[in-house]
């Protein structure tokens, strides 16, 4: 059984930078792309990042990308965001994704965590 537990978030203040760990209970971590979503108040859920099975690729929302680093550690099976110079629009719930199909970047979400809350104040 697939298990996604995130871990990380809270208050930070504008500008500020937090780092959002994800440990991930999925037989064979090492073969699937694995991502980020958020979820603000009122709003969808988003895409925020995504990196490929080895970690050599990552691909991310125009909105982050230059701010926020996914990486993961496939001996530890955890995923990490690190986001950086945070605005008060990155406030919302983040989700863990493990993506469906093994040595596929593309393609849909199996599974997503239950969220950790992240709130910038301004």
């Known amino acids: 059984q697939v298990q996604l537990v995130e871990s990380g978030g809270g208050l930070v203040q504008a500008g500020g930078s937090v780092r959002l760990s994800c440990a991930a209970s999925?037989?064979?971590?090492?073969?699937?792309?694995m991502g980020w979503f958020r979820q603000a108040p009122g709003k969808e859920r988003e895409f925020v990042a995504k990196i490929s099975w080895t970690g050599d690729n990552s691909y991310y929302a125009d909105s982050v990308k230059g701010r926020f680093t996914i990486s993961r550690d496939n001996g530890a099976n955890t995923v990490f965001l690190e986001m950086n110079s945070v605005k008060p629009e990155d406030t919302g719930t983040y989700y863990c994704?493990?993506?469906?199909?093994?040595?596929?970047?593309?393609?849909?979400?199996?599974?997503y965590g239950k969220g950790t809350l992240v709130t910038v104040s301004s």
């Open positions: 994704a493990k993506y469906k199909v093994s040595y596929i970047v593309n393609g849909p979400v199996e599974y």
């Open positions: 999925v037989n064979r971590f090492n073969k699937f792309t």
